[in-house]
């Protein structure tokens, strides 16, 4: 984007842009941004605060009235958080524990989903949008594609897209619809803990661990990229007993 911002100054048209990496800005030396001390992904602080969004709004337009650049402005206020006092941990009133009966991790995939939808429908209710829905399938259909990766690299569900390329969609799916509906749910959130929650807790979590060893096992070299790559945050690989000796 800071090199997209020069190409329009150059046609004439004044612009300003959300810093989330200082270090990458002073290196691009943009005409004009504004550094936010906000957590990756969240460019306006925390979601669903209006009035604070707005304050990060006024003060990145407010830097269109240099006329000249490169301006780096460093944001004053944090983003507000929930009283520390309050933070007694997410409260999830689904289970992911396995249930009794539950003898494939598809069964558990299933059930959870099934458990989290109307909390997912309260949330699309709520808010009135969803990430979810870019891989083009119903929850449903998602799952079902997951689970068949589990034998080796399906045929793709979308004929305009090739089976690598919908899988990385149906993982972005699958995880914004236990995030969303697990934001409907009772007491304090904030994104650390609700990734935390499903990378930790949830078997969709380990159905993406489980498809990133199929992916690393084949002969296709992107896909073992891909596999390495993409599909699990390192943060977690810890967590799954992920070493990072492959790629």
Not at 40 to 50: E, K, M, V
Not at 87 to 110: F, H, I, K, N, W
Not at 233 to 238: G, I, K, L, Q, S
Request: with cysteine; hydrophobic share 40%; net charge negative.
């Amino acid at each position: 984007m800071g090199a997209l911002s020069h190409y329009l100054e150059n046609e004439g048209l004044a612009t300003a842009g959300i810093s989330l990496v200082r270090l990458h800005t002073e290196k691009i030396r943009p005409p004009r941004a504004l550094w936010v001390p906000f957590e990756l992904g969240r460019p306006l602080g925390t979601p669903d605060d209006a009035p604070f969004q707005t304050r990060v709004l006024q003060a990145l337009i407010a830097l269109l009235e240099t006329p000249f650049g490169p301006v780096l402005s460093d944001y004053p206020e944090e983003a507000p958080a929930a009283d520390p006092g309050d933070m007694t941990g997410m409260v999830c009133t689904v289970s992911t524990a396995p249930s009794q009966g539950e003898t494939s991790l598809a069964d558990r995939v299933c059930r959870e989903v099934a458990d989290l939808r109307p909390w997912y429908d309260l949330s699309r209710e709520r808010r009135g949008r969803t990430t979810f829905g870019s891989a083009g399938l119903d929850v449903n259909g998602v799952v079902s594609f997951l689970v068949s990766w589990l034998d080796g690299a399906p045929p793709s569900p979308v004929p305009t897209q090739s089976p690598d390329a919908v899988l990385k969609l149906a993982v972005e799916d699958i995880k914004a619809f236990y995030l969303e509906a697990a934001q409907a749910q009772p007491g304090p959130k904030d994104s650390r803990k609700l990734y935390d929650w499903f990378w930790t807790e949830t078997s969709a979590a380990h159905l993406i661990v489980d498809i990133r060893q199929v992916c690393l096992m084949s002969d296709d070299a992107p896909r073992r990229l891909m596999g390495n790559n993409y599909l699990v945050p390192r943060a977690y690989w810890e967590h799954f007993g992920i070493d990072g000796s492959v790629g």
